[in-house]
């Protein structure tokens, strides 16, 4: 797989060729950046020009992922503290043997 970075409008682009890909596809991911896939077949030139031609759709969602992160974070404030997975697995562990389920 061969692949190229190019900047449009500040933003940094990976493409890069797939055989197994056939058709174009842009994919924008938090901590993965932006990446166009494009066939083997097809020119680094016609994936610049996708870019060019879809930079505002690829500029929204790359101004989307902070705001997810920062509601990710804020959501995990919501739910209670909760215990160590081992305490919680002893204490299964106990309520079953004091049921007679579990057998040492």
């Known amino acids: ?3 190229k970075i190019i ?6 682009i990976l493409l890069r ?15 993965g950046g932006v990446r166009i ?6 020119s680094f030139y016609e994936g610049e020009k996708l870019a060019h031609e879809k930079i505002r759709w690829i500029e ?15 959501s995990y404030k ?7 997975a081992a305490t919680r697995f002893d204490s299964s562990l106990n ?3 004091c049921f007679g389920l579990f057998i040492l």
């Open 95 to 97: 309520e079953l043997f």
């Open 60 to 74: 929204e969602h790359v101004d989307k992922i902070p705001k997810e992160r920062a509601l990710k974070r804020s």
């Open 17 to 31: 060729k797939s055989p197994r890909s056939r058709n174009m596809n842009i994919t924008v991911k938090p901590f």
């Open 37 to 42: 896939t494009i066939p083997e077949r097809v």
């Open 1 to 3: 797989m061969s692949s």
């Open 78 to 84: 919501l739910f209670p503290k909760r215990r160590p």
């Open 7 to 12: 900047k449009v409008k500040g933003t940094e």
